[in-house]
């Protein structure tokens, strides 16, 4: 996510300010929305606001901290105690659901949840809050339909007039009917709670989520929220009474919903996640007759893979992993060995990148714990900020490729492939592109004043190495359990964050408890924001699959000029426009599953594919103008967007390459599986 994935807010990363509560969209740049200030700041709305968040924040926290009790249960009984705890995953995945929603409801509160924001950081500042009031009604409509479509008919009493005429026939059909009666008298296999207990989950997400969009259009101005409620309403009806004719319209339908209106959406800023679920149940709800509660159930089947379960675990980790100093003390190692050569430096950064982004998973968490570090010396060396943000933000597209990247984690999960071959797949080109980035970072160091650098003795390198070799232990650690089959990908999680702490109150000792909830809050609330995007998307993936959309899409591709390699340039151009657009785990999520069975068909080796796809999603996630990544790197490097577009070029050409070489010669992939 993000993680390229997905970005993780500037106020949560190592290094950064202090969270702004005017800040929104996880406060990437601080004049991001300005149509937050706006808001006329009700004591009583912000009290309310407060409020929610000092309920859910410190539940979801323990709820994070219960799922890495009871995945590390499950490794030390199966692999000490030679006795697998049957009802552990399926306990997980049920309070994972909990968490997601509870993750989305902070993510909200504190604007975190990930969203496109080019254009409206560039309108004047009344456009802006009227976007801003659109999108605030957009998560109330969205949320308010969904409820209406699983607890309404549920909490109608058995018997009453309106029941009675609701179901035609008792109450009791009616409440049998909806989506929650049906799930009631479905059980949990091991643990036997019904599912609508489970489901429970997604209905107090949502309510929340409601209220907390109400009081923000009861914080807007009269003169903005009104006009927009009016249009609201107005335009929902006349998709209601013009229902005939969106049937009729056939795939046009599908168009105008999921191109045009997820368009328009996106680029004013409404977050990703309700962008997916307002067009899928608008779809649903006046272009087909199904109900509108089987959005809950893809919602569901999209939250409760126990492998996505490794999406918390390790931002968890890679946030300890910053906060007991591990991230430092291993870029102060590579430092010392080759920091003092003619753009050393910029080696140093990227080497940097690849190291800890095989800890972290977590992109700009990466960026973050490494810029802190590094630039500093690197400007007083003479390097240009828009050079370093430059090489930051590619260096994060390049690291997009290593395990245990989110991406890799997903892509595996929702296109049923094997995640231990991906992480043992992109190592290889993940280095390549590396290689690259470094090629082009030494020829543009001529500004590198050479006389200002320190040469670190040996006896200082071999100490710095013997400092950091406790963190240089641990992705070799994380990938040797993965590839050796000894735990899976969520299970290994557990074991990093224990070895960190470990090493953090042993070794390093630099464990602050005070910093404890924190990271579990912002984990939550990262969780939430990518989780939720991926729940969305899964939605949307089915109902353009229910329409047909899928088969129509398989037959133009399979049919498309150059066979192999037409498809191949296809995909690439596909995924490096939804990464800028849409960033990365939507569109794996929406297109994987759609694109990997004709790579399959077409003979492609699907590991190989997966690894082309991902470096292409990443160019565009961390490609300006829209590559939400590459913001990401500026707010973290505090440069101007504008001022490193044009020194990334060079870069991003780099990135091309190796895409081009990878995608060309598979065994770059596939060679060591």
Not at 15 to 22: E, I, L, Q, V, Y
Not at 24 to 44: F, I, K, S, V, Y
Not at 357 to 378: H, N, Q, R, T, Y
Not at 615 to 643: E, K, W
């Amino acid at each position: 996510m993000v993680s390229a994935s997905p970005p993780m807010p500037e106020a949560t990363l190592p290094g950064a300010t202090p969270p702004d509560p005017n800040q929104a969209n996880g406060g990437e740049l601080e004049d991001l929305l300005a149509p937050r200030q706006a808001r006329l700041h009700r004591t009583w709305t912000r009290a309310v606001e407060r409020a929610i968040g000092w309920i859910v924040e410190p539940v979801a926290a323990m709820l994070i901290v219960a799922e890495v009790c009871i995945l590390g249960a499950g490794v030390f009984s199966r692999y000490v105690m030679q006795d697998a705890l049957v009802w552990g995953d399926e306990l997980a995945s049920i309070l994972f659901l909990w968490l997601t929603m509870l993750g989305a409801v902070g993510a909200y509160l504190r604007d975190e949840h990930m969203r496109l924001t080019t254009i409206i950081r560039r309108v004047p500042l009344h456009i802006a809050q009227i976007f801003e009031t659109i999108g605030t009604a957009v998560v109330a409509v969205f949320s308010l339909e969904l409820l209406a479509a699983l607890v309404w008919p549920a909490v109608i009493p058995p018997g009453s007039s309106l029941s009675n005429l609701l179901s035609g026939s008792g109450g009791s059909q009616f409440f049998a009917a909806s989506y929650l009666g049906q799930e009631a008298i479905d059980f949990t296999p091991s643990l036997q709670i019904p599912r609508s207990y489970v489901l429970l989950g997604i209905v107090v997400g949502l309510t929340l989520i409601l209220a907390i969009s109400a009081l923000r259009l009861i914080d807007s101005r009269p003169k903005t929220v009104l006009p927009v409620l009016a249009a609201t309403v107005a335009l929902s009806i006349a998709a209601w009474l013009g229902r005939d004719v969106f049937v009729a319209l056939g795939n046009l339908s599908l168009v105008l919903f999921f191109v045009m209106f997820v368009g328009a959406e996106i680029a004013i800023g409404v977050p990703i996640a309700f962008t997916f679920g307002m067009a899928t149940l608008s779809y649903l709800a006046v272009a087909t007759r199904l109900p509108l509660s089987v959005v809950a159930g893809q919602m569901d089947e999209g939250m409760s893979n126990i492998v996505l379960l490794a999406v918390p675990l390790f931002v968890l980790l890679g946030a300890l992993m910053e906060a007991v100093g591990i991230a430092r003390r291993l870029v102060d190692a590579i430092a010392a060995f080759v920091g003092h050569l003619r753009g050393g430096l910029n080696i140093v950064l990227v080497a940097a990148m690849f190291l800890v982004s095989g800890i972290s998973g977590s992109k700009l968490a990466d960026m973050a714990a490494v810029a802190p570090v590094l630039f500093p010396e690197m400007e007083r060396r003479g390097h240009k900020r828009s050079e370093m943000i430059a090489l930051l933000s590619t260096s994060g597209a390049m690291a997009e490729l290593i395990p245990p990247s989110l991406v890799l984690i997903i892509i595996g999960s929702v296109c049923n492939l094997s995640i231990q071959a991906l992480f043992t797949g992109g190592l290889l080109p993940a280095a390549l592109a590396s290689l690259c980035l470094i090629v082009v970072a030494l020829r543009r160091s001529r500004d590198d004043r050479m006389e200002l650098a320190h040469r670190a003795s040996w006896t200082m390198r071999l100490r710095a190495l013997a400092v950091a070799l406790p963190g240089l232990v641990m992705p070799f650690l994380i990938r040797y359990l993965i590839v050796a089959g000894i735990a899976t990908a969520t299970e290994v999680s557990t074991v990093g964050v224990a070895y960190t702490l470990i090493v953090g109150i042993v070794i390093y000792r630099e464990f602050d408890c005070r910093r404890v909830y924190p990271k579990l809050r912002e984990t939550a609330n990262l969780t939430g924001a990518i989780m939720l995007i991926i729940a969305m998307a899964t939605a949307m993936s089915w109902a353009l699959t229910q329409s047909g959309f899928a088969e129509s899409l398989a037959q133009a591709l399979e049919h498309a000029p150059g066979g192999q390699v037409g498809f191949m340039v296809l995909s690439i151009l596909l995924f490096a426009i939804l990464g800028s657009v849409l960033e990365g785990i939507p569109a794996i999520v929406l297109f994987g599953t759609l694109l990997f069975p004709i790579a399959r068909t077409l003979g492609i080796n699907e590991i190989h594919y997966a690894i082309t796809v991902i470096l292409a999603m990443s160019i565009g996630l961390f490609s300006p103008p829209l590559g939400v990544g590459y913001y990401g790197a500026c707010a973290v490097g505090r440069c101007d967007p504008d001022l490193a577009a044009r020194a990334i070029l060079p870069y991003l050409a780099a990135l091309a390459v190796a895409l081009v070489l990878i995608a060309a010669v598979p065994w770059i992939s596939i060679g060591f599986l």
